[in-house]
């Protein structure tokens, strides 16, 4: 199952390599992972997606709360929350069906060509990981994927439960 | 504002907080500091041979005094040499700062001569590190680093000084952090109220508890406080190979060591408990066999500074977050409240059926053996020092033999790697200790192969005059590697025999030092007694010690924490 921890941190040099390291050194997973600096700019905002039972999340938890640049930590999961994650993606658009059927797409699934040129489009969608994996999947079937980003997943809590220093 | 270069600000930032001794070498991109170190008499710098043995000496002057241990070394080789005792600091939890020399700044990343990614190298192993990229921030760094390393859990800190910013040709103001404290690091010292009255309420309904001590309780300086709730609840206590002397090693409700190594009265009782206070310790594959078997009648309290050791391995029933010192201070205040005239009474079943376990006397060996045995030689340490030397060891059966054979009544005697286990160690650690303590006795209970991975280290002790005693348990092989191979590879010894053992009397005596050697059991007590004797010098005991001779009792794999081989025959 996923599972996706937000973390408040230090916006220092080598905070990052730390979390990172966290990570690896004790074999836990990491799906996406997320990092920018906050409205405040000593702080960063890392969101990572991850999966593990209850036991593993919460020693990825306590180890993160355990580096000293980390100020907060919170499983986004273990409560109503949003997430978000955007895509970038250029596929090969050489001919009026193709054309048409990419256009159709982009707009069923609400998202926004960025750039055209003579035999590409390159389209923009913002949204839930599985949302994103869908509209992915079907550009496929009509036409083929040059190349694709992802931001990796993103989120806040709902309501008034947030992550502050 | 007094203005100064950056190297003589890292050596007057040491002054300021109150260093005395700094345990490393000199390299080309530390040679300001060094510099800054000539005309000033605050800080001691002890000149090593070997930047791992700097680290093991920082190390075993912080485990013997609470002290945090300073490292000075170069950039590149010197500040790699240093990574295994930083590892060895890390995870047994001792206080550490390392500074680091680093290239000049404009170079860094360019591949320059004796440049490595310190900060890099050493992160898994390190609580936190610095790269200071300004002179005016050197004091804060250095004055965080030792706050951080010292605090809550210790552990090592690296400061990495690049040298352009130590350069002694350009001043910078000078100004001691008023303030160390970062809102991103609050350790937890008090117990939650509603943990504490759980979990004395717990140990008041218990008719089987124990007291499991760890190393965390020597941190907190908690010896008096956890004695202190002992002997109110009148329980069997326990202490991890970390914890020895947390809670005295004489004292009549000490049941031994618990684990791998552990009695068989330790591991029955913490097998049969149905209320296992741990304080301190963090339920190491060591102490705890198979988690799957591992005490399955105890309610379990978990007491530890880090909250990440709680429920790692083992489940804790109540979690309690705090400083030992502290909980205990505040479970004593809630038991203050119960009444427990009936603890005596309570707990008399558990105790007779303690006794029966301790009748079979698992420590016993062959006494009429005409072999030196080990544990014959850490009897007769023991008699020779009195019981109050300072313990240090190296890695392998000797050290399972001192701290069997060796009861502890102080905190802070015994020194020894027990989470990284690191060979090497001991003799570093010894002088260490020597330079803390030098009116004591700092003793070294080492083996033929450990004391060889640092052995250069008996110069550095003959510049300082450091009059260690070094106890060889020589046994011609790798002793715990040799037992493994006898039980599990069917005795065949891969590599673990060494075949060109130097004459250790004569290599001492090159260095400076008096050496002993001792081949026959009759010699041994005289041969101790002019070891002891000898007050001003290094004396080295080669002895010769049986080459069969196996560690037991010894944890069954995959077995619960009672499942033990005694002998090379008998089984629990």
């Known amino acids: ?165 | 504002m007094k203005m100064m270069s950056g190297a003589a600000m890292v050596v007057q930032t040491l002054n300021d907080l109150g260093v005395k001794h700094v345990f490393g070498y000199p390299g080309g991109a530390v040679l300001d500091i060094y510099d800054a170190l000539l005309g000033q008499d605050q800080v001691e710098h002890v000149l090593v041979r070997h930047e791992q043995a700097a680290a093991h000496m920082a190390d075993g002057y912080a485990r013997s005094t609470g002290i945090t241990g300073t490292v000075l070394v170069t950039s590149g080789p010197g500040a790699t040499n240093t990574l295994t005792g930083i590892a060895t600091a890390y995870m047994d939890s001792i206080p550490m700062v390392v500074l680091s020399g680093q290239v000049p700044s404009q170079h860094i990343g360019e591949d320059a001569f004796q440049e490595t990614d310190m900060v890099g190298c050493s992160r898994p192993i390190v609580k936190h590190s610095f790269l200071v990229k300004r002179a005016v921030d050197i004091p804060k760094a250095i004055a965080q680093a030792y706050y951080i390393a010292n605090t809550g859990r210790p552990g090592p800190v690296v400061v990495d000084l690049p040298k352009d910013i130590v350069n002694v040709t350009e001043s910078h103001p000078y100004e001691f952090p008023a303030d160390v404290t970062m809102r991103s690091y609050n350790p937890v010292l008090k117990g939650h109220n509603k943990q504490i009255r759980k979990a004395v309420a717990s140990m008041v309904k218990a008719k089987r508890p124990v007291l499991y001590v760890g190393g965390g309780a020597i941190t907190a300086e908690a010896q008096g406080k956890v004695t202190e709730l002992a002997e109110l609840l009148g329980c069997p206590v326990t202490c991890t190979l970390m914890g020895l002397g947390a809670f005295s090693g004489v004292h009549e409700q000490f049941v031994g060591m618990l684990g791998m190594h552990g009695t068989v009265e330790a591991n029955k009782t913490m097998h049969n408990a149905d209320c296992i206070v741990a304080l301190g310790a963090r339920f190491d594959d060591r102490v705890t066999n198979n988690v799957e078997k591992f005490c399955p009648h105890a309610d379990i309290i978990h007491v530890d500074i880090d909250p990440a050791s709680i429920s790692k391995t083992v489940n804790a029933h109540i979690p309690v977050v705090g400083s030992i010192d502290v909980v205990v201070g505040q479970i004593l205040e809630e038991l203050a409240h119960e009444s427990l005239q009936s603890q005596t009474e309570k707990l008399s079943e558990w105790w007779t059926q303690i006794k029966e376990w301790r009748t079979q006397n698992c420590l016993d060996f062959d006494q009429s053996s005409q072999v030196i045995k080990p544990q014959k030689v850490i009897e007769a340490l023991y008699q020779h020092t009195n019981g109050d030397a300072f313990v240090s060891s190296d890695v392998g059966q000797h050290q399972m033999f001192a701290a069997l054979y060796y009861p502890f009544a102080k905190p802070r005697r015994w020194i020894n790697s027990g989470g990284l286990g690191t060979m090497g160690f001991g003799l570093p650690a010894a002088m260490g200790v020597q330079f803390a303590h030098p009116e004591s006795t700092s003793v070294v209970v080492t083996g033929d192969g450990s004391i060889q991975m640092n052995i250069q280290e008996l110069s550095t002790c003959l510049q300082y005059n450091l009059p260690i005693k070094v106890i060889l348990l020589n046994n011609r092989a790798l002793g715990m590697v040799r037992q493994w191979q006898d039980m599990i590879y069917k005795g065949r010894h891969s590599n673990s025999y060494v075949e060109a053992m130097p004459d250790f009397v004569k290599l001492v005596e090159a260095y400076g030092h008096v050496g002993i050697k001792v081949d026959h059991l009759d010699e041994l007590d005289d041969a101790m007694a002019r070891c002891f004797a000898e007050k001003e010098k290094l004396v080295f005991m080669d002895i010769a010690v049986d080459q069969d001779e196996h560690v037991y009792p010894m944890q069954i794999k995959y077995g619960a924490m009672d499942d033990m081989r005694l002998s090379k025959t008998e089984r629990t």
Do not use: W
Request: charged content about 25%.
């Open chain 1, 1 to 165: 199952m996923k599972r996706i921890i937000s973390v408040l941190m230090e916006n220092a040099p080598g905070a990052l390599s730390r979390i990172v390291g966290v990570f690896s050194q004790r074999g836990y997973n990491v799906d996406s992972l997320c990092v920018a600096e906050t409205d405040d700019p000593s702080l960063s905002r890392l969101t990572i997606a991850t999966q593990g039972d209850n036991k593993v999340i919460e020693q990825i938890i306590k180890q993160m709360n355990k580096l000293i640049d980390v100020l907060k930590v919170t499983e986004l999961t273990e409560a109503a929350h949003v997430e978000r994650e955007l895509v970038l993606v250029k596929v090969v658009a050489n001919s009026e069906a193709s054309r048409s059927e990419i256009i159709r797409n982009v707009d069923i699934f609400r998202a926004k060509i960025l750039d055209v040129s003579a035999v590409n489009y390159t389209i923009e969608l913002t949204g839930a990981s599985e949302k994103l994996d869908a509209f992915i999947t079907t550009l496929g079937n009509s036409s083929s994927i040059v190349e694709s980003a992802r931001t990796g997943v993103c989120g806040l809590a709902r309501g008034e439960r947030a992550l502050t220093p």
